[in-house]
């Protein structure tokens, strides 16, 4: 299948209600932004993962909502220190909260908090149930 | 450490996560017995201790926490490198305390696993265990030592509990490590007591077995490192250890690179990057396999050991947090909590300022009461009692200020803070982590300075300890009040709301603002500029403050101050003195006095008695009468031909432009110890005499109404109008005309270059600012 209907429909759903409860920020990109990037993009890692479907970044995730590390794109520093704190593929993430001004957010992982901003959060893929 | 260790000295490296309670542990085992010192060429402080047990002598090295022994700065190299026994004249450490956060162990767990390949004999300190069995973690230490391969203590810090069976570890650790030099480790039946932890003897065998410890890296990876060891390692003098062959290969942001590989061949480095890309294509990219395969390696070192309850019930500390990062709450904490932190500042401080103050006047009062007058009584009041007083004052800002960022960093709320404000200053390229250094920089710049060590990334630190100085801080205060007081009218707006002397001390304070934000973003930019560090940071869990950290941190810190920044503006004072005491033109002096009543004598006999003129000439004449009167007019001459007098003559041209005559150019050089000396010169040098206190009111009018009376000496003007007090105000909040801040950059930075920079970049802003100011000015008024 080369694109996931139902999990089109499934992160649209995700997108809606964080938008009705008003802590989604539509400046950042959605998902299917993402996956028409993957998909014009050669060598995107995105593309040989289409089928799952729900796949977004921690920084789409609806406040309150969990999801596992799918994976941390990009080798700088930040994706290493990313890595580091424990953002691995498998881990389980729970997005907590975003600060007054919308930016960093605060998540919970591994059993304790940690902050990050948006840029970095976009460089997180999640898989939601 | 250069000199020859005795028999029984061992080595003892503590290595932590941040917030693990790491320096608390450092404490308790070293006592009092702690020394701060500088590891060379960088910022990390280097703190050693000493623990005497059983007849041995344990040096504990306290190294900075961090998350990851990956290193990408100069500063993350120290802790490798002292790990490795790098650095000039001291080995590796002989034992390694690693301290992690037991009610945080998977993460904890990823740095141990990094100490562990470093293969050195290892004892795991799990802290705040307390803190895990309030959160119903249970651990089974037994059975994650044994899964380990190394001794796991439990301890509580802040308590002192476990440190006798830590102690017990060590000295049988190093014990160990002797004997197995010697003739090899003595096995005894070894059964475990209460707290589950092994007999000495199986510890020490425990630390040494090297056998147990697997590399969780993937086969492919060992492999490939293992070949690149070989290779690097042809025709090197000193050899790579195996540790940093995979670092290089692992961290590719190519600091590394550059750091050890600098003079290798081209083909050693273009082999490192082909490794890279055989791993990338076996689908195990560097940096990501390491994290994978050492979170994998903690997952299954702790599967079936660690029991946490199973509902996700919010704790009292979630709803601490949920309640101080909310977006009403939280913010309105924030503000309260600032507002306590700075007001505190300049509340306490004050009245023990002032005492400081008192204190130093009585002392130079004493001295002036035994030593007759002349050079060396000059010497000790102005110049040595001054100049301990110019240090001591800043002793109580610095004091309160750190006592509260201790409380704050200690309790868990500084990270909150960082976490509230990032947006913010994310926005001139800064994190959270600047807002508190520069919030306290308004108080004064050189607390300010210090406490931007908070700051992780480098070049934020810098940024930030390069601006605070911008931020207007207590000492511009009288300057402006004064100037302000005098120069700028009292028209009120909108029924008296709004004061236009008001506006005038506002935007003085919004231009130090502005300034500020436009050189941050110049500075990230050109000099400090370089990819965005990562903003990936702990939100600790909340706990009570330990009152003898906070104490021991704040006292750190003001002997820090003291021992460091206090000599060099001491030394400043000192110059400063025989620069406006020298050379002692007595002769010149009393020509001068003759020739002015001479001048006035004359004039009297010219003018009509009774008329304003013949007044004000009698009224001056007086002055030389008044024994009081005309020691203050010798004093004003001794300062005019004294060294500084004649810079401020030589610099008149220079300053001509921005509507000052020497006097003023002369106040503003005599006040590079500190900006607030500037209207105590200037009242010296209108023969208000040395003793005059700006904080004053009685004295701030008499000040006010010199500064009116000034006259320019070639054609009779007055010297100050609105726009030459405009420009002195200006210059005043721009300029670095402080000794102790750019003393306290050296100290931070480690080196003169970085104080020289913000000496030289923030005089060219004042001075310009300056110019435009009064240029502006005079075409307008």
């Not at chain 2, 056998?211 to 492999?223: A, H, I, Q, S, V």
Request: with cysteine; proline share 5%.
């Amino acid at each position: 299948m080369p694109f996931s209907f139902l999990g089109y429909i499934k992160s649209c759903h995700i997108r809606a209600v964080c938008v009705v409860r008003g802590s989604h920020r539509p400046t950042t990109r959605c998902s299917w932004y993402t996956k028409v990037t993957a998909m014009i993009t050669p060598n995107n890692q995105h593309a040989d993962n289409q089928q799952a479907g729900d796949i977004l970044s921690l920084a789409q995730l609806k406040m309150g909502g969990r999801g596992r590390v799918v994976r941390v794109t990009g080798t700088d520093k930040v994706s290493q220190r990313l890595l580091e704190m424990g953002i691995t593929p498998g881990a389980e993430v729970c997005l907590l909260r975003a600060a007054p001004l919308g930016d960093p957010l605060e998540i919970e992982i591994r059993g304790y908090r940690l902050s990050l901003r948006r840029s970095e959060a976009e460089k997180i893929d999640m898989e939601t149930r | 450490m250069s000199e020859i260790k005795p028999a029984s000295t061992f080595r003892v490296a503590l290595i932590g996560n941040p917030n693990t309670g790491k320096s608390t542990l450092f404490s308790a085992l070293a006592g009092v017995r702690q020394r701060i010192g500088n590891y060379p060429g960088v910022t990390v402080e280097k703190k050693t201790g000493q623990l005497e047990y059983a007849g041995l002598t344990l040096e504990l090295i306290d190294l900075p926490g961090t998350y990851s022994l990956a290193p990408h700065s100069p500063d993350e190299m120290v802790a490798v490198e002292v790990l490795l026994g790098r650095l000039a004249g001291q080995p590796a450490p002989d034992v390694v305390l690693s301290i992690v956060d037991a009610s945080s162990l998977e993460r904890n767990l990823y740095l141990v696993s990094q100490v562990l390949s470093l293969g050195l004999p290892t004892i795991v300190v799990l802290n705040m265990i307390d803190v895990a069995q309030q959160r119903q973690i249970d651990i089974d230490i037994p059975t994650l030592a044994e899964r380990l391969g190394v001794p796991v203590i439990a301890v509580q810090a802040n308590r002192r509990i476990g440190l006798q069976q830590l102690k017990e570890a060590l000295a049988t650790a190093v014990q160990g490590k002797g004997a197995v030099q010697g003739k090899g480790a003595v096995r005894e039946n070894g059964g475990q007591d209460r707290l589950g932890q092994k007999k000495a003897s199986e510890v020490s065998a425990m630390v040494l077995s090297e056998t147990m410890r697997e590399n969780p890296l993937p086969d492919n990876f060992k492999k490939l490192t293992d070949e690149l060891t070989s290779a690097l390692n042809q025709d090197r003098e000193q050899e790579l250890p195996h540790f940093l062959v995979e670092r290089l290969l692992l961290d590719n942001d190519g600091y590394l690179e550059h750091e050890l590989l600098a003079d290798s061949p081209v083909e050693q480095i273009e082999h490192l990057h082909a490794v890279r890309q055989t791993l990338s294509d076996a689908g195990t990219p560097v940096p990501a396999v390491e994290a994978i395969a050492r979170y994998d390696w903690v997952a299954r070192t702790l599967a079936g050991i660690v029991q946490r309850p199973d509902s996700q019930r919010p704790t009292t500390g979630d709803r601490i947090d949920a309640l101080l990062t909310h977006k009403v709450w939280g913010t309105s904490v924030l503000i309260g909590v600032m507002s306590l932190l700075f007001s505190s500042v300049f509340v306490f401080a004050d009245p023990l300022m002032a005492m400081v103050d008192s204190g130093i006047g009585q002392l130079a009062l004493g001295v002036e009461g035994v030593i007759a007058p002349g050079p060396l009584r000059s010497l000790l009041v102005d110049g040595v009692i001054g100049g301990v007083g110019a240090v001591l004052v800043f002793l109580p800002q610095i004091l309160i200020l750190f006592f509260f960022i201790a409380t704050l960093e200690d309790c868990g709320y500084m990270a909150r803070a960082a976490f509230l404000m990032d947006r913010l200053m994310a926005g001139v390229g800064l994190s959270g982590r600047s807002f508190i250094p520069l919030l306290s920089s308004f108080a004064c710049a050189v607390p300010g300075i210090m406490a931007a060590r908070v700051i992780e990334n480098r070049r934020d630190r810098l940024a930030t300890i390069l601006i605070a100085p911008l931020m207007s801080c207590s000492a511009r205060l009288p300057v402006y009040v004064i100037l302000i007081g005098a120069f700028v009218p009292a028209h009120s707006y909108l029924g008296g709301l709004v004061g236009l002397q008001g506006l005038t001390l506002l935007a003085m304070y919004a231009l130090g603002i502005v300034t500020a934000v436009c050189v941050a973003w110049l500075l990230k930019r050109t000099l400090l500029c370089g990819e965005t560090p990562p903003f990936v940071m702990e939100l600790p869990s909340f706990k009570l403050p330990s009152g003898r950290l906070v104490l021991q941190r704040m006292l750190e810190r003001g002997w820090g101050f003291v021992r460091r920044a206090g000599t060099v503006i001491f030394a400043v004072t000192i110059v400063v003195w025989a620069l406006a005491y020298y050379p002692r033109a007595q002769q010149q002096v009393d020509e001068a006095i003759d020739n002015q009543r001479q001048v006035l004598v004359s004039s009297v006999e010219l003018a009509e008695p009774g008329t304003p003129a013949y007044d004000e000439v009698v009224r001056q004449l007086a002055r030389f009468d008044d024994p009081d009167q005309r020691d203050h007019l010798v004093v004003s001459l001794h300062q005019r031909y004294s060294l500084l007098g004649q810079a401020g003559h030589w610099i008149e041209p220079v300053v001509r432009p921005l509507g000052w005559d020497w006097r003023i150019g002369c106040a503003a050089i005599a006040s590079f110890p500190a900006r607030e000396v500037v209207m105590g010169v200037l009242g010296v040098i209108y023969h208000l005499g040395p003793e005059l206190d700006v904080g004053e009111q009685t004295d701030q009018n008499q000040l006010q109404q010199r500064l009116r009376q000034a006259r320019w000496d070639d054609t009779g003007e007055p010297v100050y109008n609105l726009p030459v007090a405009l420009s002195l105000m200006v210059f005043f909040a721009l300029c670095a005309q402080c000794a102790a801040t750019l003393a306290v950059i050296y100290r931070e930075t480690g080196s003169w270059w970085w104080p020289l920079f913000t000496f030289v970049y923030m005089t060219l802003l004042a001075y310009f600012g300056a110019l435009v100011t009064y240029q502006v000015g005079i075409r307008l008024v």
